[in-house]
């Protein structure tokens, strides 16, 4: 069989791990990874909270991708506004769509639209210095709500929570922290739907709760001790219970479980929130806060050029990654915003398989990146200026910190644009 030649749009892990796949069983064909961002890696670099470099660590396979695999990388190409995905799928016998989910689901109750009432994904991407965010102003003021029981809330969590000196060995600049710490928080609500018990929030996140400084902490809604025959659940409420016996800082963090937001005011004090039990009692929950942060999902943004169903063509299978002949889903895009980072490499793999077993069948030999245009061509950021950005970053770390991130696309490009811009190079 010839080999063929595939797009995936999105170099982020769902795009990465694809790739990765589909190399080991086409080791000719020609692969090449788009992304609207000059950098690639996505939710990696972009969504992994900053000071956690141990997950982030993940890149360092996919840089064998582009240094060992001669897999192609094509930055700053905006695939649907640049090049329209039509003339994409005209160029390439395989086009995959992997790039994800990363608007904030929004509360679904009477005054969510109010000024202070931010997405913890937004608020994540601004403390990561993505480019999007760089005219995000958020004022959380002393007291803010952080509604969800997820990672996602603990990671915010624990961002807001931590003092300067705990951003060591983190990527965060400190330009983001001080805007972070210019007011700072004196307390903070995290309230969720589920009961402690089924909180979605891993044991692990809430152990690392327990060594920060300037916290102390007031537990509701938990269950008595005993009687628990899941180790896991277990675990998890006991993990809680530590975090009460600890901190004597001047920040206090509640946790709040089985309350569903029910509506939000304005008042002169800030927003008045208010929750109704979600056991069924006629019991509510009223918080003041000066800001509000969802932390309760993600979704497709307003703006995307790509719709999963509105692509899917008579006779595919959405929900099973295929769109069109020819043209694949993978990662959030696929099947919704759930699973990890190693749940993505395992969904790649699958959709790797379905590809596999469909290219017999296709009419391949489709010229591939050589058909784009060339005013297309020409203004892309090949791995070797992705490398010439990241020294940079490296190179301009403070003491205490990974890299100092250029959230300035501008910049980025001036960056590259001394070495060769053309086809993506491994």
């Not at 608007?103 to 403390?127: E, F, K, M, N």
């Not at 589920?194 to 400084?213: H, I, N, Y």
């Not at 077993?357 to 391949?364: D, I, R």
Request: charged share 25%; with cysteine; proline share 6%.
């Amino acid at each position: 069989m010839k080999s063929p030649t595939v797009a995936i749009v999105g170099s982020g892990p769902s795009g990465c791990y694809l790739a990765q796949a589909l190399r080991k069983e086409w080791p000719h064909a020609e692969i090449t990874l788009f992304d609207r961002m000059p950098v690639p890696y996505g939710l990696v670099r972009y969504g992994v909270a900053p000071d956690h470099p141990g997950t982030k660590n993940v890149v360092r396979q996919f840089e064998r991708l582009f240094e060992r695999d001669n897999i192609g990388f094509a930055g700053n190409v905006e695939i649907g506004r640049d090049i329209p995905l039509d003339v994409l799928r005209e160029a390439y016998d395989i086009v995959v769509l992997a790039t994800g989910l990363h608007g904030d689901r929004p509360l679904d109750i009477p005054g969510a639209d109010q000024a202070r009432v931010y997405g913890a994904g937004r608020l994540t991407r601004l403390l990561n210095d993505h480019p999007d965010e760089q005219g995000f102003r958020p004022r959380l003021g002393e007291t803010t709500v952080i509604v969800g029981n997820g990672n996602v809330a603990i990671d915010v969590l624990r961002l807001l929570a931590k003092s300067v000196e705990e951003f060591d060995n983190s990527e965060i600049t400190d330009e983001v922290l001080g805007r972070l710490l210019a007011t700072p928080l004196r307390h903070i609500h995290i309230v969720g739907r589920s009961p402690a018990r089924q909180a979605k929030f891993d044991t692990l996140m809430l152990r690392e709760l327990a060594g920060l400084r300037r916290a102390r902490f007031d537990i509701r809604d938990l269950p008595e001790p005993g009687g628990e025959e899941d180790k896991a659940v277990a675990a998890k409420l006991e993990a809680l219970r530590a975090l009460k016996r600890v901190g004597q800082g001047e920040l206090d963090i509640s946790f709040h479980f089985g309350w569903q937001p029910e509506s939000l005011n304005t008042e002169e004090d800030g927003y008045r929130f208010r929750f109704k039990a979600t056991d069924g009692s006629k019991t509510s929950l009223r918080l003041t806060a000066d800001s509000v942060i969802t932390a309760i999902g993600f979704t497709q943004q307003p703006d995307s050029h790509f719709c999963k169903h509105g692509l899917s063509r008579t006779g595919a299978d959405p929900d099973a990654s295929q769109l069109a002949p020819g043209l694949y889903c993978t990662g959030w895009f696929k099947r919704g915003p759930t699973g990890t980072i190693p749940e993505n490499r395992a969904d790649a793999k699958a959709v790797a398989a379905l590809i596999l077993a469909q290219a017999a069948a296709m009419g391949l030999g489709k010229p591939g990146f050589a058909a784009l245009p060339a005013a297309i061509t020409g203004k892309l950021v090949d791995y070797a200026g992705w490398k010439r950005i990241d020294a940079a970053e490296v190179a301009a770390a403070p003491a205490g910190r990974i890299r100092q991130k250029i959230r300035d696309t501008a910049e980025m490009l001036r960056i590259v644009n001394d070495i060769h811009q053309g086809e993506p190079q491994s």
